[in-house]
């Protein structure tokens, strides 16, 4: 039986990132463990999901003492389980993962890069992002690169050798549950009170967004975007599902702004277990993000037959057919609105790329599909 070990920086990810993969890779025989910062939640879903875990605090940004007893308490669990595969996910949680069980001296070293933060970061910070990504990949024995433009931009800015990177079918670290996002199972009636109790059932259109409200994700441009709409048309609302953060917050005015506008609905952070009914209540999806990985959240989207507007950046680009199953859009909220707008004035254009979309994403970014790539990854 293998011992596979996940560290990640934050609780938050685990759901999205392994979720039901847990559970797969349990019934395979094999035994997981998770090692993530404390939080409250995590006790509930290591029941659940039937993995042992241990509470290290690794911090997002650098912090030598912490990080150094991050790795020596990684590297004591890494023995403590007799663990053989390491997978790291998020830049520090990787990081840390990949020094501890290079230490331990871990058969197999598999770091998740799921997107560049450096992307959107300039001088001295950007040369040291680079540099912990490269010393991340030196370590690893494989590193799985989240999606094709994602491959392509850790070979053009040098990170690693082609020979160690490679890509799960088409893309993702864990595939989307086409079962779960398929609005034609959900309950009618609880999706009809969950629009009431938001307000929604008093709006003709309802744009979409999911994920962290903060600047990367172009929250301020979808923003004046909806003010652009408002102004055409007044029976449209903005529904945005996710938490304010701190790090790359938005302005102060842009806060006021959804906050005080009652036909933008922020839902904060919603369970994974209940988004689908959040998709479910939109009519078109909007990322206008500056940077991703792989976005989930427009996966998810498509699946639910959403069709999408999100901008030609790394990772988005991979996730859309231009024209089949979305629109791609500037970093530029009167581009945006056009966009959109195509989507409200047209049912027929909206049904048909959002049927593309479910079918695009079925047949390439199943969840099953990914898991038995992974597998290939261990049994090597």
């Not at 598999?110 to 990949?137: A, N, P, Q």
């Not at 903005?238 to 609905?265: F, H, Q």
Request: aromatic content about 10%; overall charge neutral.
């Amino acid at each position: 039986m293998c011992n596979v070990l996940h560290v990640v920086n934050i609780y938050f990810v685990i759901p999205y990132f392994l979720g039901d993969q847990l559970l797969f890779f349990q019934r395979k025989g094999y035994k997981e463990y998770i090692v993530c910062s404390p939080s409250d939640e995590i006790k509930q879903y290591a029941t659940s999901h039937l993995f042992d875990y241990k509470e290290v605090a690794i911090e997002r940004k650098i912090s030598v003492w912490k990080d150094i007893v991050a790795i020596l308490s990684t590297c004591k669990y890494i023995y403590k389980e007799n663990i053989t595969i390491v997978t790291g996910h998020t830049p520090k949680g990787a990081l840390i993962a990949m020094i501890a069980a290079f230490i331990m001296r871990t058969p197999i070293r598999i770091y998740f890069r799921h997107g560049l933060v450096y992307e959107t970061s300039l001088g001295f910070k950007r040369t040291l992002l680079i540099w912990m990504d490269r010393l991340t990949s030196k370590l690893a024995t494989k590193i799985v690169c989240v999606s094709p433009s994602i491959c392509k931009k850790s070979l053009e800015d040098h990170l690693n050798s082609s020979t160690k990177q490679l890509l799960l079918s088409k893309g993702t670290c864990n595939g989307i549950d086409v079962l779960k996002f398929d609005k034609t199972t959900l309950n009618e009636e609880q999706l009809g009170a969950l629009k009431h109790e938001l307000g929604l059932d008093k709006f003709g259109f309802i744009i979409g967004f999911t994920g962290r409200l903060v600047k990367d994700k172009g929250i301020i441009e979808l923003v004046q975007a909806f003010k652009i709409l408002s102004e055409r048309n007044d029976n449209i609302a903005l529904l945005l599902v996710g938490m304010l953060e701190e790090r790359d917050a938005l302005p102060a005015e842009i806060v006021e702004y959804i906050t005080n506008d009652s036909a933008i609905i922020s839902a904060g952070y919603i369970e994974n277990s209940k988004i689908e009914y959040y998709y479910a209540l939109m009519d078109v999806f909007a990322l206008p993000s500056y940077r991703e990985g792989f976005p989930t959240s427009i996966l998810e989207a498509s699946s639910m037959q959403l069709p999408i507007v999100t901008t030609r950046v790394t990772g988005c680009i991979d996730a859309v057919i231009e024209n089949e199953t979305g629109i791609f859009v500037k970093n530029d909220s009167l581009d945006i609105a056009d966009a959109i707008e195509k989507y409200a004035i047209s049912e027929t254009l909206r049904e048909k790329h959002g049927m593309n979309g479910r079918k695009y994403v079925v047949d390439n970014f199943d969840q099953h599909l990914i898991w038995s790539e992974i597998e290939k990854l261990y049994l090597k």
